[in-house]
């Protein structure tokens, strides 16, 4: 009799291949690690590659991966709204819809220790608007920055910015005297880094 692994990989289950970009290293982006749509497993990353532009100099991680929407679908209620497209019209209908509701993939962090990660297909409803590139050969689905590389770019701003690394730069109070707007600025930008960092773990 077959396992659960392998029937999720029934050969007879439909398969749709859509990929995303991300602005981040590839490493850790393993091939056959889950995708999730709110916790739920509807499909598998395929490939990870780097992609270049050579028009604008970009280079960005391209990740493909299969989605098998009978996994979503057995997950929900029969009284639920949602329901299996009947046409590819309706499909990409239901897709775009919820695009614009801020449905986005991100890489997120499975395992700290190892450092792979999994897809997610969450929303964000603070999002800036984007669409669904069907044009594209697999369709591309718009993508979220990680926490991780959220908090590596507030890092790298608080030490552009404040110069954390040259404490001459920053006003240190004498005794009796209130800090310098200077040196507050810094350590609000500390208090929300670590914050922010709270949150994550």
């Given at each position: 009799s077959?396992t659960?692994e392998?029937a999720m990989?029934?050969?007879?289950q439909?398969v749709?291949v859509?990929?995303?970009y991300f602005d ?5 982006v ?6 999730e ?8 990353i395929a490939?990870?590659?780097l ?5 604008t100099?970009?280079?960005?991680t ?12 057995s997950?929900v ?7 299996p497209?009947e046409?590819?019209a309706?499909?990409l ?6 695009i ?8 997120r962090?499975a ?5 792979h990660?999994y ?7 603070k999002a800036?608007k984007?669409k669904?590139?069907w044009?594209?050969?697999p369709?591309?689905m ?6 991780f ?10 030490i552009?910015k404040?110069?954390l690394?040259?404490?001459s730069?920053?006003?240190l ?14 350590l609000?930008?500390?208090d929300?880094l670590?914050?922010?960092?709270e949150?994550?773990?």
């Amino acid at each position: 009799s077959q396992t659960r692994e392998e029937a999720m990989r029934s050969p007879d289950q439909e398969v749709i291949v859509w990929m995303a970009y991300f602005d981040q290293s590839v490493r850790g982006v393993m091939r056959g690690a889950p995708v999730e749509f709110r916790g739920v497993p509807v499909g598998e990353i395929a490939d990870a590659s780097l992609d270049y532009d050579p028009t604008t100099h970009r280079v960005r991680t391209a990740v493909t991966f299969n989605f098998y929407p009978g996994r979503l679908w057995s997950r929900v209620r029969k009284t639920g709204v949602l329901r299996p497209a009947e046409t590819q019209a309706e499909r990409l209908a239901s897709v775009n819809g919820l695009i614009n509701r801020g449905l986005r993939a991100q890489l997120r962090t499975a395992n700290i220790l190892t450092g792979h990660y999994y897809l997610a297909l969450d929303f964000f409803p603070k999002a800036k608007k984007a669409k669904m590139d069907w044009a594209h050969v697999p369709p591309v689905m718009p993508s979220e920055p990680g926490l991780f590389d959220e908090m590596e770019a507030k890092v790298a701003s608080i030490i552009e910015k404040e110069k954390l690394l040259f404490v001459s730069d920053v006003d240190l109070p004498v005794a009796g005297e209130a800090p310098s707007p200077s040196l507050l600025a810094v350590l609000q930008n500390i208090d929300e880094l670590a914050l922010d960092f709270e949150t994550f773990m």
